[in-house]
């Protein structure tokens, strides 16, 4: 009986692809891709339920997911001791936007582990190895007030139970808001972070560790070089980045 009242409940729900917009039963024909980042994000999102039953949907149709491309390579940004090592798991392009856009602006939780899942089998081990501690990039009090939850951190939660990891909350703060970087330059995103970020209470707790800072999205980097120096000042003895999406 929960098996049928299950998938009556998976027949009711009007999936659509999140990019393209069309009815994602009707491409379930195509291939599954074959990269194991690309297969997680092909497993449904439990969106909400009663009990033992689960509303599940997916996001993306295959035909989308085929276009979306998993990164191979690690990506520096900065110079001499501003230095940073990027660890992507997918380049950002308008399919993984939408997914972002979903979590993010449509407070969407739900899709914060199911992300991370498809982060945790395709990003490098280098990501995950013995003795690392996770860190999520900060929001500021009013924007986190304002969505209910730190979408970089639901994400480090979620990785840090897969990879078996330890997560330390608040080892960077973000004390007040700042001006939205999607619309500035470089320079400009730059000089908008100067000052936005310090040490948090947890930062004790990173001096000689190696630390992977976690976030949704890098686009210039900016924000990620502002939280690792934070961290390089605090104590930790090596930092890097792992992030859903990089735009080149």
Not at 103 to 120: I, N, T
Not at 182 to 199: D, I, M, Q, T, V
Not at 210 to 223: E, F, H, I, N, P
Request: proline share 6%; charged share 25%; glycine share 8%.
């Amino acid at each position: 009986m929960p098996g049928i009242l299950q998938a009556v409940i998976d027949f009711l729900v009007d999936e659509r692809c999140h990019a393209c917009r069309a009815p994602i039963p009707s491409r379930l024909g195509l291939p599954l891709p074959g990269h194991p980042a690309l297969v997680a994000l092909d497993d449904p999102v439990a969106t909400a339920g009663l009990a033992r039953w689960r509303f599940r949907t997916r996001l993306l149709c295959r035909a989308c997911l085929a276009r979306l491309e998993p990164c191979t390579r690690a990506v520096v940004v900065g110079r001499g001791h501003d230095t940073l090592e990027i660890l992507p798991a997918f380049a950002t392009d308008s399919r993984l936007l939408a997914l972002i856009h979903l979590l993010k602006f449509d407070r969407r939780e739900c899709v914060a582990p199911w992300l991370a899942r498809a982060m945790a089998v395709g990003l490098p081990a280098r990501a995950r190895g013995a003795g690392i501690v996770l860190a999520p990039v900060p929001m500021d009090a009013a924007s986190r007030r304002r969505r209910g939850f730190n979408q970089a951190e639901s994400i480090s939660r979620a990785l840090a139970r897969r990879w078996g990891l330890p997560l330390v909350r608040g080892a960077v703060e973000k004390p007040a808001a700042t001006g939205a970087q999607s619309l500035l330059g470089r320079e400009a995103r730059e000089r908008n972070l100067r000052g936005a970020f310090r040490p948090g209470r947890g930062a004790v707790r990173l001096a000689g560790r190696r630390v992977v800072l976690v976030d949704d999205l890098v686009t210039t980097g900016a924000t990620a070089r502002a939280c690792a120096r934070v961290l390089r000042g605090a104590g930790a003895a090596e930092v890097r980045v792992v992030c859903a999406g990089y735009r080149r």
